[in-house]
């Protein structure tokens, strides 16, 4: 079982940057794949960025050279670091883990983070 806990999300303007968190716990030596999915006003979820175990990234493209992901295994937290932020990034920010344990694969989500960009 894992927890993943998001924080960070907040009003800000056009142009800012903020940084988005994600605590995990519990049987986390068994998560592999991580990632920040979000959903914007009437859109489905859709993947932001991705982080592998090994450290490799990937981003939708419309977040390329703004959004940066990354991991820190010793204090459990995975972040989401986002400069120049524009309103179309509004929306509810969820954090995601993929969970093996043989045989069992299963995935966790956050409650989410609300991120709006506005002025």
């Known amino acids: 079982q894992v927890l993943l806990m998001e924080s960070g999300g907040d009003l800000v303007q056009p142009g800012a940057s903020l940084t988005l968190s994600c605590a995990f716990a519990g049987d986390t030596i068994h998560i592999s794949d991580m990632g920040w999915y979000r959903q914007r006003p009437g859109k489905e979820r859709e993947l932001v960025a991705g982080i592998t175990s090994g450290g490799d990234t990937n981003y939708d493209d419309s977040v390329k050279g703004r959004f940066t992901i990354s991991r820190d295994t010793a204090k459990n937290t995975l972040y989401l670091q986002m400069i120049s932020l524009k309103p179309e990034d509004t929306a509810v920010y969820y954090c995601?883990?993929?969970?093996?344990?043989?045989?069992?694969?299963?995935?966790?989500w956050g409650q989410g983070t609300q991120v709006t960009v506005s002025s």
């Open positions: 995601h883990a993929d969970y093996f344990r043989y045989p069992r694969l299963e995935e966790f």
